[in-house]
């Protein structure tokens, strides 16, 4: 059973930057898929950015392509998202997840963070 536990998430203005971090315990992340997704008011849940367990690949959502920056310490067992040039519209909850497939559907990971909030003022 992996827990997993954000931080990192605040009040920020439009164009700033912020890393989430995202901390395991319960088990080794090396093994896993580790994603970032989001979820805004009203909205669905949003796949942001994914890392392979070794960290070689990484994929992002369009909407934060060239911004965001996803990256994964197994020896510390931590994940990471690098926000930068934020705008309004990436206010939301941000959540980190673990999975066996490395995949953007969020019905493949199978654990989850509660939860940071992220927000954007313009």
């Known amino acids: 059973q992996v827990k997993l536990v954000e931080s990192g998430g605040g009040l920020v203005r439009a164009g700033d930057s912020l890393r989430l971090s995202c901390a395991a315990s319960?088990?080794?992340?090396?093994?896993?898929?580790m994603g970032w997704f989001r979820q805004a008011p009203g909205k669905g849940r949003e796949f942001v950015a994914a890392v392979e367990w070794n960290g070689e690949g990484t994929m992002y959502g369009d909407p934060v392509k060239g911004r965001f920056s996803v990256s994964r310490d197994n020896s510390k067992n931590m994940v990471y998202l690098q926000m930068g040039n934020l705008k309004p519209e990436d206010t939301a909850i941000y959540y980190c997840a673990a999975g066996g497939y490395y995949t953007v559907r969020y019905s493949n990971y199978d654990y989850w963070g509660q939860g940071t909030q992220v927000t954007v003022s313009s």
């Open positions: 319960g088990e080794s992340l090396s093994v896993y898929t």
